[in-house]
């Protein structure tokens, strides 16, 4: 017999442990940032902006009270669309998230409030622009300058609210937050021009 030691035999490498596997994303629960809502929202404060400068402009000079109004609508407008421009840059990039259910209805309720309080308190721009009559520009701007933090928080949350591939419910409530604060914004432009148009005081 020979002394020689047989060739071991090479033993296969232990196998690597199996990675976690991931969790499949459920896309029935998922839905898509839209950049739509942004950028609707914030098209229409930036020519908000725009014109409601254009209409202070032709303010009278003895009316503080009036260019203060004036200015703050502004700076409202200012704020939603530096929000809205955030979000329509944060949306383009499309990852899935979660659903939206607060902010659509958020947003329709703060604008709800802003667009009946505006309402309420305007009777005279419409008594300017359809009965021939002369409203008052401070009384005119009174909602969306009393209630601008609502007003504003308003757009920004409908905005915020429109996704893609969600319940159509909650997109209809977040377009029509959107829809109500458009009526108050152009309310108060009209309402600035008029005044700067001296037709009313």
Known sequence: MSDVAPPAVPQPAPAAPAAHPQPLLDLSRTALPS???????AGLAIVGIALNVVGGAGFPSAAP?????????????VAVAIACGIGFGVSLRARPVRPSLVFPWLGLGLAAVAVVFWAATAGGMFDTV?????????EDVAGPFYLGVPWTLGA???????????????NAAAWTGIALWAIVLVGAIASALLYAADLTD
Request: no cysteine.
């Open 65 to 77: 009270v009036e260019w203060l109004m004036n200015a703050g609508i502004t700076i409202d407008l």
């Open 130 to 138: 359809f009965l021939g009559g002369r409203g008052r520009y401070m």
């Open 35 to 41: 950049p739509w809502g942004h950028a609707v929202v």
């Open 156 to 170: 920004v949350f409908s905005a915020y609210g429109v996704r893609g591939r969600t319940k159509p419910l909650l």
